[in-house]
């Protein structure tokens, strides 16, 4: 598709499991971000990617989480032994590489995983 | 750090004008951007304004921005039923260095009474 697509659109899952979530970016972006949102709350950053590499990882709120890119395009958020306060909407974005030309650094957002942690 | 603060709420009726304020931290933020969230729908850039300008005119979006006080604002005229969303204003304090990272606030509801 044209657009940024994230799956699942939904996963319940119960405290201690371990969950992924997959991004899609647009074809071509090289960086991809991944950002948390709580209800009532605006996205909070989690991880940049600049194509395979985590370019700044200082949004991830400890070591139950992390992400990876292996190719410079899908990329998978991982939370292990997921706690009820994981419970959130989970977003990507990706943008045109830095440096480019015009780039405004305008993120092209996905619609989202939601997360509930029982 | 960043810390970008917004007032929660705003009713507006049909065809009159919203304002939507904010207030940012880092000076060093390139560009401030307006983004728009719809439910069940992900955030879509409005419009944005490079830290050098004042005002950004863009059809029925006005921004203004006054570096002195870090205040940015979104006025929407001829408020239409469509523009009921959440609008989060946003930095980005690292665009320099090639991080598009942004920091955003917690929204402005706004909701369009026809």
């Known amino acids: 598709g044209a657009g940024v697509s994230q799956t699942p659109s939904n996963k319940v899952t119960e405290k201690g499991k371990y969950v992924e979530l997959r991004c899609d970016p647009i074809?071509?972006?090289?960086?991809l971000y991944w950002y948390r949102q709580s209800l009532g709350q605006g996205p909070e950053f989690l991880i940049y990617?600049?194509?395979?590499?985590?370019?700044?990882d200082s949004g991830l709120p400890n070591d139950r989480f992390f992400a990876v890119r292996p190719e410079g395009s899908v990329s998978t958020l991982k939370i292990q032994r997921t706690e009820r306060g994981d419970s959130a909407v989970y977003l990507c974005?990706?943008?045109?590489?830095?440096?480019?030309?015009?780039?405004?650094?305008?993120?092209?957002f996905g619609e989202g995983s939601r997360l509930t942690v029982l | 750090g960043e810390d970008v603060e917004q007032s929660l709420f705003l009713s507006v009726r049909e065809g009159d004008s919203s304002v939507i304020n904010c207030t940012y931290t880092?000076?060093?933020?390139?560009?401030l951007y307006w983004y728009k969230q719809e439910p069940g729908a992900g955030l879509q850039l409005l419009t944005y304004i490079f830290s050098n300008m004042d005002m950004k005119q863009d059809q029925r979006l006005t921004v203004l921005l006054n570096k002195k006080d870090k205040h940015l604002s979104l006025r929407i005229a001829d408020t239409q039923t469509g523009d009921s969303a959440i609008y989060f204003c946003?930095?980005?304090?690292?665009?320099?260095?090639?991080?598009?990272?942004?920091?955003f606030g917690k929204g402005n509801q706004v909701v369009v009474i026809p």
């Open positions: 880092d000076s060093s933020s390139t560009y």
């Open positions: 074809s071509g972006h090289t960086a």
């Open positions: 974005a990706s943008s045109r590489g830095s440096g480019l030309a015009g780039n405004t650094g305008e993120l092209f």
């Open positions: 946003a930095e980005s304090p690292s665009f320099y260095y090639g991080n598009n990272r942004l920091a």
């Open positions: 990617f600049q194509g395979t590499g985590a370019a700044d």
